[in-house]
């Protein structure tokens, strides 16, 4: 659907909650007729929690010294990857902080030997890593590749992002059309809600994945995190008070329903951070205001709270075992299938 900006604004703005749920409504139906009742499910592997970058919000940042640090092993890897066939998952998920320690050559390998082996997709979600690694991942095999851009207002953004020690900051949206032009699909969103976020940026970024023509997107709440500049408010640009946009719930639900109806072949998980803002059915109320994708963390338990990228993060306790059986009733509940093969983007002609 066509919507200007001055539109997804006024969607963004809405005060009447009959509204509100006609948006809901519309971007389920979008939703259906273009992704059909699948919900694709992407085994998630947070690799390493090390980090070279300082974000101002996230809490694995280089400087929170109270962390304990870790990287997989590449069998540790692999047998995530082991279970994500057992549950039946069709993509893994690969992520971690901008950690050079994951070497090109080595996580090359472990591409190659995931292809070789398994029917599964791979999604890499490992930061600004060059152009060179990009390159040689995708020759590896790797199929995605998710670089969030978090927000379009370029002050706010370097003000959260300092630039790597020693390093220029890098543009995101030039590593987002590299990826492109390298054939992997490409995904990309933002978090609703950051400090210093106005509505009209945000609104700006929903047109921005029209634009971009996006494979993925992910958004989620931003979520205050204590050890980190933006979450003890020492790095914080005020905007007034009519300007800011809420982290909230009902704001997370618009974006996802905006970005249905502006992108409405891609592929949208329902996010963990969604579901942090309410446990109990967060998940499910994304997946019918316009998500179409879950992604089930593998992450083994003893490295989960370590990964704490915000605080409170949902199932930090659980195992994937817990969590994959009661994921398949729910899914079920909602009168959905759950997606079979690897769920990449179907382009209509
Ligand atoms: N709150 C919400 N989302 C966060 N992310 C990182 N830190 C936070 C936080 N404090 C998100 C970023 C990043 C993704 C992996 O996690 O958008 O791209």
Redesign the pocket.
Known sequence: MALSETEILGWLRENDPDRVDALYAEADRVRREHVGDAVHLRGLIEMSNICARL?G???IRADNRGLERYRMTREEILECVALAQRFGYGTVVM?SGEDYGIETEWLAEIIRTIKRETPLAVTL?LGERSGEDLSAWRSAGADRYLL?F?TSDVELYHLIHPPAPGKANQDRFHILRRLRELGYETGS?V?IGIPGQSYSSLAHDIALFAQMDLDMIGV??????PD?PLGAGVMERRISREDQVPNSETMTYRVIALARLLCPEANIPSTT?LSTLNIESGRELGLQRGANVIMPNLTPPKYRRLYQ??PAKSCIRETPEEFHAALMARIRKLGRKIGGGPGGRIRKA
Request: neutral net charge; glycine residues 16%.
């Open positions: 974000c919000y996230c809490g992520q979600s969030r978090e969103g978090m989620g709440p931003y979520i205050s995190h980190t951070a990228i915000y």
